[in-house]
């Protein structure tokens, strides 16, 4: 979904725009990327009152546990020894080196890695489209 907002934002240091990645990007595994979000920091616990954030790394393979995991729709992002983006993060950003690669899209019901990531580069053509008729 893209919103359209109603009136021009005034852009600042806090409140700024995020670059898109081209329509064919590929991301290797292993690279650093970053999730924020205001949801759950764990299982069974209520959402966070404070902006969270954790390095993940980007493993393609370890979102096979997933039955609906769809490489070229979708990103994996996990790293067994940190956390993960969890219930109340969905719709964040996934960033990597500074482009927005990835949206929070589902993960597992314990709050561990893997998450899995809507791949934004695949549906620059529908952005691109939207955009140039707004």
């Known amino acids: 979904m893209l919103l359209k907002l109603k009136k021009k934002v005034n852009l600042t240091l806090p409140v700024g725009t995020l670059p898109l990645p081209p329509q064919f990007n590929f991301i290797p595994p292993g690279r650093m990327c970053l999730v924020a979000g205001w949801g759950m920091t764990e299982a069974e616990v209520l959402d966070s009152n404070t902006l969270q954030e954790v390095k993940l790394l980007m493993d393609p393979q370890a979102c096979r546990q997933f039955m609906t995991f769809d490489h070229n729709l979708q990103l994996c992002v996990g790293n067994p020894r940190k956390?993960?983006?969890f219930k109340g993060d969905s719709g964040g950003p996934l960033?990597?080196?500074g482009v927005a690669q990835g949206i929070v899209?589902?993960?597992r019901v314990d709050?561990?890695?893997p998450a899995v990531f809507t791949r934004i580069s695949h549906y620059r053509p529908w952005i691109n489209e939207v955009l140039k008729e707004n």
């Open 95 to 97: 960033l990597c080196a």
């Open 83 to 85: 956390k993960s983006a």
């Open 111 to 113: 709050a561990k890695p």
């Open 105 to 107: 899209s589902y993960g």
